[in-house]
């Protein structure tokens, strides 16, 4: 199935077909923590994690919400051909603060000019009663896009990258937020130690099972500052090359459950901080050779 002019069911797809508009994502950073940071959990965080906690392109906590808006639609000013937005609130955990100071900053941003609705990155066990409450509440009157930061399914892999709780945890938490109208997206990542192909399609064969409505996937970078370059220091990691990462991103499209849309095929890191692996930053060749082998497999068949 050709979703415009890609191979698999693209966010862009989704997002067109929704909403009847491009919609562009602005990342937002909250000022918020997380429990694997504040001594709740842990202090140090999940290995992979950049000391803005994933934020690294957003901008500064000093401005308010809407003004970060504001900010992130400058950035895109170039490719913003009357677009809708889709605030995203990105940095941290961002369901990890007294619901009241949620729902203030939840509100500002859905009622930002164009605004489609709101995008939620957070922790599977941050998601109190209060919380479901409140994204039931959103939910009901604009779009609610939570993402889930799962990475492995695997709990000896989650223990080694210090994520801080386990596959029940997440099941339990997934099944409180399928009952609300939201839409589900899990992180997935290619390239941790000790994980193969294998485990990366039993991944992806775990959430078609359990019904995910979006997945992201991207590879594993090694990061300055992170608790990953200590270990790289010490113990190497092997880094996929660019082939390798587009031929396992590609084999993995095709046994995903056809309506899971791919809302990210690869990731981001600034340059400034990467340190592996450095072919990251040519996202463009990255989904081209996504693209291409896809279409090269469909001619096959």
């Known amino acids: 199935m050709i979703f415009f002019d890609k191979n698999y069911y693209s966010a862009?797809?989704?997002?067109?077909?929704k909403f009847g508009k491009k919609v562009y994502k602005i990342s937002i950073d909250a000022g918020f923590t997380c429990p694997n940071r504040d001594g709740s959990i842990s202090s140090s965080g999940c290995i992979f994690c950049s000391p803005r906690g994933s934020g690294d392109f957003c901008s500064s906590t000093a401005l308010s919400i809407t003004n970060q808006i504001s900010e992130g639609i400058k950035k895109i000013h170039?490719?913003?051909?009357?677009?809708?937005?889709?605030?995203?609130?990105?940095?941290?955990?961002?369901t990890y603060a007294p619901v009241d100071t949620l729902r203030a900053m939840y509100e500002e941003?859905?009622?930002?000019?164009?605004?489609?609705?709101?995008?939620?990155a957070t922790r599977p066990d941050c998601l109190?009663?209060?919380v479901i409450e409140l994204l039931s509440d959103l939910s009901q009157r604009t779009y609610v896009q939570?993402?889930?930061?799962?990475?492995t399914i695997h709990d000896d892999i989650a223990f080694f990258i210090n994520r801080g709780y386990d596959l029940k945890s997440f099941e339990y938490n997934y099944y409180r937020l399928r009952k609300l109208n939201?839409?589900?997206?899990?992180?997935?990542?290619?390239?941790?130690?000790?994980?193969?192909?294998?485990?990366?399609?039993?991944?992806?064969?775990?959430?078609s099972a359990i019904k995910a409505d979006g997945i992201k996937i991207q590879m594993l970078h090694i990061m300055k500052d992170t608790l990953l370059e200590q270990y790289h220091i010490k113990n190497p990691v092997h880094c996929m090359s660019i082939n390798q990462y587009i031929d396992t991103v590609s084999e993995l499209l095709t046994i995903i459950e056809p309506g899971i849309v791919i809302h990210r095929l690869t990731g981001d890191?600034?340059?400034?901080?990467?340190?592996?692996?450095?072919?990251?930053?040519?996202?463009?060749?990255?989904?081209?050779?996504?693209?291409?082998?896809?279409?090269?497999?469909?001619?096959?068949?």
């Open 146 to 151: 939570v993402e889930l930061g799962l990475q």
């Open 182 to 207: 939201v839409h589900i997206v899990i992180h997935q990542i290619i390239g941790l130690p000790g994980e193969t192909i294998d485990d990366y399609k039993f991944f992806i064969r775990y959430i």
């Open 78 to 94: 170039a490719k913003n051909t009357n677009g809708l937005l889709l605030p995203y609130f990105q940095a941290f955990t961002n």
């Open 128 to 130: 109190s009663d209060d």
């Open 12 to 17: 862009d797809f989704f997002f067109k077909n």
């Open 109 to 120: 941003a859905i009622s930002y000019p164009g605004a489609v609705g709101v995008a939620i």
């Open 269 to 301: 890191a600034p340059w400034k901080t990467l340190i592996e692996p450095q072919w990251s930053t040519d996202k463009k060749r990255i989904l081209n050779g996504i693209q291409a082998k896809l279409k090269l497999s469909l001619n096959n068949k």
